[in-house]
């Protein structure tokens, strides 16, 4: 696990334990509620003021363990989410082997949809079809009704859906590719360090002390943000980051360079030969 992984099961931890305190209070607070109602024989009367108030923080100690089951579903939910989230993040460091993995297991996919289509368009039926069982491919003839203007097992949207999923792969597979070529560059200020982080795909700034508020305003402000389990202020690895650090005073190079300036050319794109 790398620490890119680690980070988000310690996310989902965290978000679970919010959700384990919050069953744990709102079970406490029934038991309190039911446990002071208990007290009470059924069809008593109210008794005066004191009799009323007690009644009424019955009701609190009730509202407030609802309250508290309802935190706890939320969190629940979010750690779930979290969970179950397989979306490949820029940030991980292994972000490109698993869009590569992703991409081939996409173009698989394109391959094998069109082999049976071709399959059912000569034999009327997808049974004996490679690696296909029965079952499925009787399922896939019966699902041609849902698009009876594209009767084969695999519609032009389906297809033309996979093939739009292995160009969007494609396009992140060649934006962080170009990233790590590119090689950016970070730089010194006076009192702390920009660094470009190839590997979680972040333009991070390191302050040896706290920066003052408006510091703070203003990295907010073109787009930075503070993460606390890296000790930085960052946003995406990309030109737009180099020109927004540009234009933070704050973080300027010590020795007067232009932080555009002091970046990798790009290698011009290659045209067509005449």
């Not at 993995?101 to 094998?112: A, F, H, P």
């Not at 010194?188 to 510091?215: C, H, S, T, W, Y």
Request: aromatic share 8%; proline share 4%; net charge positive.
């Amino acid at each position: 696990m790398n620490d890119y992984e680690e980070r988000k099961q310690a996310r989902i931890d965290r978000l679970q334990e919010k959700a384990d305190r919050a069953r744990a209070e709102s079970q406490s607070l029934f038991k309190q509620s039911t446990d002071m109602a208990s007290a009470i024989p059924f069809g008593q009367p109210v008794h005066g003021p004191a009799d009323r108030r007690y009644r009424e923080k019955i009701g609190r100690k009730m509202d407030q363990s609802i309250a508290a089951s309802e935190k706890a579903e939320y969190y629940e939910r979010r750690a779930q989410a979290a969970e179950n989230n397989t979306a490949i993040s820029s940030d991980d460091p292994e972000a490109l082997a698993k869009l590569k993995e992703k991409l081939e297991d996409l173009q698989i996919s394109q391959t094998r949809m069109k082999q049976i289509n071709a399959y059912y368009k000569k034999n009327g039926t997808c049974r004996g079809f490679h690696g296909l069982s029965d079952e499925l491919a009787d399922k896939l003839v019966a699902d041609i009704q849902y698009h009876p203007w594209d009767k084969r097992p695999f519609s032009s949207y389906a297809l033309a859906n996979n093939n739009q999923n292995i160009n969007a792969v494609k396009k992140r597979i060649a934006q962080l590719t170009a990233v790590k070529e590119l090689g950016y560059q970070g730089w010194e200020f006076d009192g702390g360090k920009v660094v470009a982080n190839a590997d979680m795909n972040r333009l991070q700034i390191f302050f040896d002390a706290i920066p003052d508020e408006e510091v703070r305003k203003e990295l907010k402000g073109w787009g930075f943000k503070w993460a606390r389990n890296v000790g930085a202020w960052q946003r995406q690895l990309t030109d737009n980051a180099i020109y927004a650090a540009r234009r933070i005073q704050a973080i300027q190079p010590s020795d007067g360079s232009d932080p555009i300036k002091i970046q990798p050319k790009r290698r011009p794109k290659s045209g067509p030969q005449r």
